[in-house]
């Protein structure tokens, strides 16, 4: 089966169905959301779109975003997944935690979600943005043993934000508040040995140096 990455959905049914008619995604292939995918919260009609999601015929994998229900999400178990730890939703819903490192079809992908929330004056703390959105010293630490105990290769980087130095190149704003996980990034760009690293967040289609890519609504085929 393929492997499909793309960017936000937050949450969107509709959005997510029409990208992946366009793709030429097949059913059972793995789709893989870089952050904001936004399904698994308690809002009502986030909830309503999540039920429908969980019928369809794909496997749906993501990191965690900003815009994330993590007082949710908190309630799932850590469990056995392609090598690494995840949670489990739904047999096709799957959140990729931060540091861990899966095959996936015969891929090897590291992840590491998290972002700042730009918008958190207009959201509610513990409704609709919460502090979990950025990564605690412990997943830092265990994201940096994840990659000594793979030498320091893996074909594919997944995460929400970016490395420091790739943000300035493509003049993206950015936050104070998120320099720390920023920086971290940049040190995983300057140590790991990797094929391309995708991203979301930052609401744009846009490839810089070859190997990094933004996503917003644009899908893309990893190599068989």
Request: with cysteine; hydrophobic share 40%.
């Amino acid at each position: 089966m393929s492997i499909w990455i793309s960017g936000d959905t937050h949450g969107y049914y509709d959005e997510l169905m029409a990208r992946l008619a366009r793709s030429g995604a097949q059913p059972g292939d793995t789709i893989i959301v870089t952050g904001d995918f936004g399904f698994v919260w308690r809002h009502p009609e986030i909830r309503a779109a999540f039920f429908k999601l969980r019928k369809e015929n794909y496997r749906f994998l993501f990191v965690d975003g900003n815009h994330e229900g993590f007082e949710m999400l908190a309630g799932f178990p850590l469990s056995d997944f392609c090598g690494g730890k995840a949670q489990i939703i739904e047999p096709n819903i799957v959140h990729l935690m931060r540091g861990e490192y899966y095959n996936i079809e015969g891929r090897s992908i590291f992840t590491f979600g998290g972002a700042y929330s730009h918008d958190r004056a207009m959201r509610q703390i513990g409704y609709s943005w919460f502090k979990e959105e950025l990564p605690s010293a412990e997943e830092y630490l265990h994201g940096e043993e994840t990659l000594a105990a793979h030498d320091y290769k893996v074909d594919y980087i997944i995460t929400h934000t970016a490395p420091y130095s790739i943000l300035r190149a493509m003049q993206f704003d950015i936050a104070d508040e998120e320099l720390q996980l920023n920086s971290y990034l940049d040190k995983v760009k300057d140590t790991i040995n990797f094929k391309h690293w995708f991203f979301g967040h930052y609401h744009q289609n846009k490839t810089i140096l070859g190997k990094y890519t933004c996503l917003l609504d644009d899908i893309i085929k990893l190599p068989e």
